[in-house]
T-cell receptor, first 113, second 115 residues
Framework: ETGVTQSPTHLIKTRGQQVTLRCSSQ?????VSWYQQALGQGPQFIFQ???????GRGNFPPRFSGLQFPNYSSELNVNALELDDSALYLC????????????FGPGTRLTVL | AQSVTQPDIHITVSEGASLELRCNYS??????LFWYVQSPGQGLQLLLK??????LVQGIKGFEAEFKRSQSSFNLRKPSVHWSDAAEYFC?????????????FGQGTELSVKP
C-alpha cells in the first residue's frame, strides 16, 4: 500500500509568482485535503476535494485554488504569492467525503522571498 | 465556533517518566477527536482517534487518550516515555456541516525528553 506523497519537497519563489503543489493520495482513498502550517503553528485547513469537487473550504482567499483528478491525485495552486504564504503545505487523504480519519503526506516547504 | 486548545506549548520529561499532554476542545456535539505526532520537517502521523464508544482509546507507540465530555478534554498519556518520543504533538477535532472533513488543530505541544 502506497502512502500519501507530495512534490516537490522544497520550493523557493518570489513575491507575486504562482506555485503549484502536487499530492498523490493513498491507495483506495478518494478524498484529499490541504492544510497550511506556518512555523510554530498547527495546520490550518485550506480546502478538501471529494470525487473531483470542492467539499469544504477554510478561511483562505480565492488565490488559493485546487484541483482533483480522476485518479484522486490533487493540486494546490497559489497565485500572487505573498511573504506570509511561506509555510509547510500538507496534503492528507481519506476515504469518503466528510471522513475525518486523514493520512498526511510529508509536506512541501514553500519559501516566498 | 469549534476550537482546540493545547495549554502547554513545551513540556520536558525525563526518559522513563510518565507523560500527559492536555487538550481541550469546544464543540457543540460529540466530537471526532484525534492526536497526531510530527517529527521535525515531517508530516503528521495519526497516533489515535475517538469517534464514539469506549472513552479510553489506545493508539500506536504505547499512547492512550481519554475522552471526558464533562471537561471537554481529550488528554494524551504514555506511562513511560522513550527518547524517540521527542516531537510535536497536535490535538485535533473533526468539523461537521458544510466544512466537510475539516480538521481543526490546536497549536501543538513540543515534547523534549531528558536522558
Amino acid at each position: 500500500e502506497t502512502g500519501v506523497t507530495q512534490s516537490p519537497t522544497h520550493l523557493i519563489k518570489t513575491r507575486g509568482q504562482q506555485v503549484t503543489l502536487r499530492c498523490s493520495s493513498q491507495s483506495g482513498h478518494n478524498t484529499v485535503s490541504w492544510y497550511q502550517q506556518a512555523l510554530g503553528q498547527g495546520p490550518q485547513f485550506i480546502f478538501q476535494y471529494y470525487r473531483e469537487e470542492e467539499n469544504g473550504r477554510g478561511n483562505f482567499p480565492p488565490r488559493f485554488s485546487g484541483l482533483q483528478f480522476p485518479n484522486y491525485s490533487s493540486e494546490l495552486n497559489v497565485n500572487a504569492l505573498e511573504l506570509d504564504d511561506s509555510a509547510l503545505y500538507l496534503c492528507a487523504s481519506s476515504s469518503g467525503g466528510g471522513s475525518h480519519e486523514q493520512f498526511f503526506g510529508p509536506g512541501t516547504r514553500l519559501t516566498v522571498l | 465556533a469549534q476550537s482546540v486548545t493545547q495549554p502547554d506549548i513545551h513540556i520536558t520529561v525525563s526518559e522513563g517518566a510518565s507523560l500527559e499532554l492536555r487538550c481541550n476542545y469546544s464543540y457543540g456535539a460529540t466530537p471526532y477527536l484525534f492526536w497526531y505526532v510530527q517529527s521535525p520537517g515531517q508530516g503528521l502521523q495519526l497516533l489515535l482517534k475517538y469517534f464514539s464508544g469506549d472513552t479510553l482509546v489506545q493508539g500506536i507507540k504505547g499512547f492512550e487518550a481519554e475522552f471526558k465530555r464533562s471537561q471537554s478534554s481529550f488528554n494524551l498519556r504514555k506511562p513511560s516515555v522513550h527518547w524517540s518520543d521527542a516531537a510535536e504533538y497536535f490535538c485535533a477535532v473533526g468539523a461537521t456541516g458544510n466544512q466537510g472533513g475539516k480538521l481543526i488543530f490546536g497549536q501543538g505541544t513540543e515534547l523534549s525528553v531528558k536522558p
